[in-house]
């Protein structure tokens, strides 16, 4: 048996605590988790991955050129793709796990699966989402736990499979009909008008396919899967049991082979008036608001990258403790867990990077590597090199320049 390839990307905001000469005592916080290139070993921060230290890797000095000029707060828009949007959000491209999609995702009864915990796509310079069809086209986030649950292993709302292919032929025909006065109205148009009614086909397209897809699964029995334990109303105001609940239902989705493609989008760097705001106050006890602590508390900030770091390993401790084949879901997996925004700075230099997992599909780990100055390379190469172990071979993807050979077995 082929054992299925999969690939995830998992974004933190409000950049990581890297410690200033001022910060004294401060300095075993860091979220990297060494100071040199080489080995591993892990400060406070990190170390909560210390017992992953084979399954896990650093990367210093990457970043996205198109990304530079976005400033910290926007730049996440484009962690997963690589576009550079400085003029507008329609210049924003496919992201890698959509390229992996559309080349394997039919061996799955979903494609991919984006997750967020804000849900929908935001706005330009505010995305809850990390992934996209193309330009202009973000794929909106699922960030209620029911309805992620729901959407994977209920998708039938209660219905028997006959009239789900009844309904999925009625709608079929619908968007035909769209389709068609569409087609005849783009013909009346001007250029202008023209584009507009483009992106409209390509939706109503889009939909269509879905369908197709849809009705082509009624013919496969779905997964049974074991509730215990999952609390699907969790709300953020638990901040462990929410963010862990949305890693086992993308835990749950691998392991029944839903889909092998996804993204997480644990923060957004423009939560303001959302509950994500108040996320350190909830796990710190800091009484203001997320985003400060990166500017303000070298303290709290160190203390948060050591929480986050717990919810990531984790959910890579559930992959690597589940054994497939003659290995492990980690090993079949490859994960990256990062920002766009690196510090307090603002800055959209020099990313903070791990890779986890895909062992078995290439990816050597235990080291800390640095791509600074000389060594520089874009961080597009990475996403060549995750699109190659899954079996996407693109020829290059964004501004990369080659594979990233130094993570590769």
């Not at 924003?92 to 039919?106: E, I, T």
């Not at 013909?187 to 483009?198: A, I, P, S, T, W």
């Not at 589940?322 to 490859?334: A, F, I, K, R, W």
Request: glycine share 8%.
């Amino acid at each position: 048996k082929v054992l299925p390839k999969r690939m995830v990307v998992s974004y933190i905001a409000y950049g990581v605590y890297e410690p200033k000469t001022k910060d004294g005592s401060h300095h075993d916080w860091n979220w990297w988790p060494c100071k040199e290139a080489g080995p591993l070993t892990f400060n406070q921060s990190a170390v909560p991955f210390a017992p992953l230290k084979d399954s896990v890797s650093y990367l210093k000095g990457l970043e996205h050129a198109g990304g530079v000029g976005m400033g910290g707060h926007s730049s996440g828009d484009v962690f997963a793709t690589g576009a550079d949007m400085t003029v507008t959000e329609k210049t924003n491209n496919v992201s890698v796990d959509q390229v992996a999609a559309k080349l394997n995702g039919h061996q799955t009864r979903y494609p991919s699966l984006v997750l967020g915990t804000e849900g929908g796509t935001g706005s330009y310079g505010s995305a809850k989402t990390l992934s996209h069809y193309g330009p202009g086209r973000p794929i909106p986030s699922m960030h209620r736990p029911q309805e992620v649950f729901n959407r994977l292993f209920k998708p039938y709302s209660g219905r028997g499979v006959d009239q789900v292919r009844a309904d999925l032929k009625r709608e079929a025909s619908v968007l035909d009909l769209m389709l068609d006065d569409s087609k005849r109205l783009h013909r009346r148009l001007g250029k202008e008008d023209q584009g507009k009614v483009d992106e409209y086909l390509d939706s109503i397209r889009a939909l269509e396919k879905r369908v197709e897809r849809t009705s082509q699964w009624t013919h496969q029995p779905l997964p049974t899967v074991d509730t215990k334990g999952l609390n699907l109303e969790v709300s953020h105001k638990d901040p462990e049991e929410y963010t862990r609940c949305m890693y086992d239902l993308l835990y749950l989705a691998f392991q029944t082979d839903s889909t092998r493609f996804a993204t997480l989008m644990l923060e957004s760097e423009h939560s303001s008036g959302s509950e994500l705001w108040n996320y350190a106050n909830y796990v710190l006890g800091y009484k203001g608001a997320t985003h400060d602590i990166a500017h303000k508390r070298p303290t709290e900030s160190g203390q948060w990258d050591n929480w986050r770091a717990k919810q990531h390993a984790y959910f890579l401790e559930r992959l690597r403790n589940t054994p497939e084949g003659d290995s492990n879901m980690l090993d079949q997996t490859v994960v990256v867990w990062g920002s766009a925004h690196p510090h307090a700075s603002h800055s959209t230099k020099n990313y903070p990077i791990q890779v986890a997992g895909g062992k078995a599909l290439g990816f050597k780990h235990g080291n800390l590597h640095s791509f600074e100055g000389e060594k520089k390379v874009p961080l597009a190469n990475l996403f060549v090199s995750m699109l190659h172990a899954v079996d996407a071979p693109v020829k290059s993807f964004a501004d990369s320049t080659g594979m990233m050979n130094e993570l590769m077995t």
